[in-house]
């Protein structure tokens, strides 16, 4: 099957140029069988790979090129493609959960203007993140990243008559920009000083470039920088809840499958970089920490039952960056997988009841929807216990990988460790007020909506019941050794990428210690990550279920509550002490080019249209006059030769 393979990344390239050249054209039904058929091929493309991969005993990447890009002198880049246990992982992610997405859009979308428009976009997206992962150079890795952003933009401004949209969609396009920069950096740094952008070649030059390991701190920030962007960490996280603005499949596949996992990918595509580079590392375990719990905190007031969704997200993704920061290469990646599941299920579950709702988002005027949507119901039951720890759903077991990792990490790992586990009760308390709010208690439901209130489409529910199933066992792959020795598929499945960091840095004579556990402490650790989800879902059914509380109106949120649910008012620091004020500056740098640069180049052209005003009055087109010069030029010569020869 790996021959084959090419066709992974040409049919969404296929499926995105049809629709695009016909989609005034083609009928709605036509538009979406070739949109999924474009992704679903590949995903079982990449399946039949998979199994064709695995059983061989030489587990060299597989590398193929498709045409030259960039020949310049010694720099040439192709779009040419990896394909190894780490790209294949990540292209099953993206097609499988991406096709599951184009088919609930299906049903979604349907009876919405730009329903083919949609299908284009989605498969541009897929294109442009499968260069992302399948990529074997950064260049190129950087294309399909920059792709990635521009459909960011398109999906999420899909709606560009509605300004929220617009704005979100603009709003994500230049904060994500800002972190492209420090990619860019880090592409420039890698190549100066190790002659090469392949992946291949940056891993074997690695051991010996001994001047490389001078600034390999400085190289890895410029390349976290760009994570942080892509993937919503402090501080370049305020366009993902913004995001909300585009249609509920664009939710999923941004923040569950495709962009946001993008910057933790990258990190583990060069984690000999990032394990080189000790300082950088505890860094963005610290930013990933702190993320985690303090994005989990926005999410306790938040009224939007997709806002609470998206707030999750950013901190989901900060578990992400801590396992990734203390070197949990295989654990952060084993999140990656087990979230892309739940919070696909969760996203496409809160459409499938504001499709119901008919638009409606606000969790204050639900209540009671079991009774009405069983299966959207049951399946997102399955997707917030997974999110919230609860064994035996996926994503206990990855969570509680990197709570250990994070305890055991030399220095800081306490502290990791303490932040993680606060971070993963406030996830379970607000998780549990979502579904409480949503599907239990008092129908605070206006009676017009009622009246109308029935369980979505299968195209919707399809989807749901798939990776319900996804999120309730994917975490069995890697289940701890406490549990009958444990199954660890995951673990051997990524040696060979992860194993390389370890050659790095024993080659550079950097030595790690993490704290060696016992079992009795691994125990104590995983029955007290248990504990406090526990303790957050028993909290919100005492507080929701128990005394009926619902959130109150927007105006009547004071102190504390009020703060949180004004998501600390970082959005409006952001506007007063930095948009605003480089709006003023653009303003006057544009006043200033405008009225001097530009003054400069008309005054110039005024200048010489003027003489040439003032010469144009002696061509007077009279004979005497041209006479009179004549006779006028020749006495100046003669003086000019007399005085010149006295």
Known sequence: MLELFPLVILLPLIGFLFNGLFYRKIPNKLAAIIGISAVAIPFFITLGSLFAYVPMKNKEPHLFSLLEWIHAGSFKVNFAYQVDQLSLYMTLIITGIGSLIHIYSMGYMKGEAGFN????????????????????????????????????????????????????????????????????????????????????????????????????????????????????????????????????????LIHAATMVTAGVFMIARLNPIFAAAEITSNYIAITGAVTAFFAATIGIFQTDIKKVLAYSTVSQLGYMFLAMGVGAYTAGMFHLMTHAFFKALMFLGSGSVIHAMHHEQDMRNMG??????????????????????????????????????????????????????????????????????????????????KEHLHESPFSITFPLVVLAIGAAVAGWLQIPHLFFGGVHILDDFFAPIFDKSDVVTKAWGIVKHPHEMSHSLEWTLMILSVAVAVTGIVIARTIFIGKKSVPPADKDFKGLPKLIYAKYYVDEIFEAYIIQPLVMISEALAEWDKKFIDGTVVGVGRLFLNLSEGFRKLQTGVVGDYALFIVLGSVVIIFFLFFKGA
């Open 117 to 252: 428009r949609f299908f284009v976009y989605l498969n541009l997206f897929i294109f442009s993140m499968l260069n992302l992962v399948l990529s074997d150079n950064l260049v190129l890795m950087f294309l399909g990243w920059e792709g990635v952003g521009l459909c960011s933009y398109l999906l999420i401004g899909f709606d560009y008559h509605k300004d929220t949209a617009a704005n979100a969609g603009m709003k994500a396009f230049i904060t994500n920009r800002i972190g492209d920069v420090g990619f860019a950096v880090g592409i420039f740094l890698t190549y100066w000083y190790l002659g090469s952008v392949r992946y291949v070649d940056i891993m074997k030059a690695l051991p010996d470039a001994l001047l490389f390991r001078d600034i390999i701190n400085w190289v890895a920030l410029a390349f976290f920088i760009g994570a942080i962007g892509k993937s919503a960490q402090i501080p370049l996280y305020v366009w993902l809840p913004d995001a909300m603005a585009g249609p509920t499949p664009v939710s999923a």
């Open 368 to 449: 009671n929807l079991k009774n009405y949507m069983k299966v959207t119901w049951m399946t997102f039951m399955i997707g917030t216990l997974a999110i919230a720890g609860i064994p035996p759903f996926s994503g206990f077991f990855s969570k509680d990988l990197i709570l250990e990792k994070a305890f055991g990490h030399p220095g800081i790992g306490p502290f990791l460790w303490v932040l993680g586990v606060a971070g993963a009760m406030t996830t379970a308390f607000y998780m549990f007020r979502l579904v409480f709010l949503t599907f239990y208690g008092e129908e605070r439901i206006d009676h017009h909506v």
